[in-house]
């Protein structure tokens, strides 16, 4: 079993930043690729970005590849994502899941999901 809470949303001014955590439990936490979801309101969930067990390989959606950068820390069972350069149509609820390493975009890939954090960016 993993849980996983996200923190470091809130509210931004469109150009602005913010750093999502997503805190994992468990000693497996390498094994996981690691995703990050968003959700806008009236909208299905949908893919953001993805990274490996080890780090080193990641994978974005169109739409925020060059603003959102992916990482994560092994040795603190934490994913993060770097949001820069951010747009009011960032504004959702953002989500981190653990899976297999999966660049279909496909949330089936995953196997746990935190609750979320929500990012609201104004113009």
């Known amino acids: 079993q993993v849980q996983l809470v996200e923190s470091g949303g809130g509210l931004v001014q469109a150009g602005g930043s913010l750093r999502l955590s997503c805190a994992a439990s468990?000693?497996?936490?390498?094994?996981?690729?690691m995703g990050w979801f968003r959700q806008a309101p009236g909208k299905e969930r949908e893919f953001v970005a993805i990274?490996?067990?080890?780090?080193?390989?990641?994978y974005y959606d169109d739409s925020v590849k060059g603003r959102f950068t992916i990482s994560r820390d092994n040795a603190k069972n934490t994913v993060y994502l770097q949001m820069n350069s951010l747009k009011p149509e960032d504004t959702a609820v953002y989500y981190c899941a653990a899976g297999r390493w999966d660049t279909s975009k496909s949330q089936s890939a995953y196997d746990y999901w935190g609750q979320g954090t929500q990012v609201t960016v104004s113009s």
């Open positions: 990274v490996s067990g080890g780090g080193s390989t990641t």
């Open positions: 468990g000693r497996t936490f390498s094994i996981y690729a």
